[in-house]
Nanobody, 121 residues
Framework: QVQLVESGGGLVQAGGSLRLSCAASGTIFRFNVMGWYRQVPGKQRELVADITSGGSTNYEDSVKGRFTISGDNAKNTVYLQMNSLKPEDTAVYYC???????????????WGQGTQVTVSA
């Protein structure tokens, strides 16, 4: 069974930094894409950034130049380095991955449990 375990959220002042980590555990053949979404109450969950197993990255416009996503294929782990944080970055951040489990060899989408990021003004 595949699970995504997140860490690294918390409270930080505006202009500060946080680093989120998401590790996929279980019997994994490979991941196709791993990334981070965020959600605030009353709004839809939105993509923040993602990275393919080949290293291609994609960022939401408001985080470009401030956030950096990176991955470790050997550890099935993705990181989100968030710098110059703003109060509007406050949200619950969810790890998301398209993973091919060894058991089924069929790609499937997985979600983490979410981690709160709060940026104070």
């Amino acid at each position: 069974q595949v699970q995504l375990v997140e860490s690294g959220g918390g409270l930080v002042q505006a202009g500060g930094s946080l680093r989120l980590s998401c590790a996929a555990s279980g019997t994994i053949f490979r991941f196709n894409v791993m990334g981070w979404y965020r959600q605030v109450p009353g709004k839809q969950r939105e993509l923040v950034a993602d990275i393919t197993s080949g290293g291609s990255t994609n960022y939401e416009d408001s985080v470009k130049g401030r956030f950096t996503i990176s991955g470790d294929n050997a550890k099935n782990t993705v990181y989100l380095q968030m710098n110059s944080l703003k109060p509007e970055d406050t949200a619950v951040y969810y790890c998301n991955a398209m993973i091919v489990p060894r058991l089924t060899m069929a790609p499937r989408q997985y979600w983490g449990q979410g981690t709160q990021v709060t940026v104070s003004a």
